[in-house]
């Protein structure tokens, strides 16, 4: 295959004062087109930048319970719950076991459960709750997106 048409592409950008940039190397002839290269690369970067900036960002709200936590304090940390689920954010609600608590792992499961099926109607459960370690996760997330 003959060279000549690159050059002549090269020439003619050269006379421009653009630059030749190559847009296909596998193709035959290679597919080449002459562009601000500076010019390009910043248009780009502002359109990644405005991309990021409307991607919506994923908050995590995190929410702790005892293995015996007692209805009053339940109560409270579900209002809490409530208002992240309706402000749009994920719920991280997980069961803290100290010492040999480690031995009330049903009730943990049982409290983390509870909670799911009382805000059945704001969120929907991500992940069922799962023992990791010492700790008892579960994710909820919203329903819908935040007004």
């Known amino acids: 295959m ?20 190559e847009i296909s190397p596998n193709a035959k ?13 910043y248009e780009q970067k502002k359109r990644d930048k405005a ?4 991607a919506s960002k994923v908050v995590v709200k995190e929410i ?3 293995p015996q936590t007692d209805d009053h304090d339940y109560e409270f940390k579900k209002k809490h719950a409530e208002k992240f689920l309706k ?16 031995v009330y792992k049903d009730q943990g499961q049982i409290l983390l459960l509870r909670l799911a099926q009382e805000l059945e109607e704001l969120g929907k459960v991500e992940q069922m709750p799962k ?3 010492k700790r008892m996760t579960m994710f909820i997330a919203p329903k819908k997106a935040p007004k």
């Open 87 to 102: 402000d749009g954010a994920k719920l991280k609600a997980y069961v803290f076991f100290k010492g040999r608590s480690i």
């Open 2 to 21: 003959d060279v000549y048409p690159t050059r002549k592409a090269l020439a003619l950008a050269q006379e421009m004062e653009l630059d030749l940039v």
């Open 131 to 133: 023992l990791e370690g």
């Open 64 to 66: 702790r319970f005892g």
């Open 29 to 41: 002839p290679p597919v080449c087109k002459i562009m601000d290269y500076r010019k390009f690369l």
């Open 51 to 54: 991309l990021k900036a409307k």
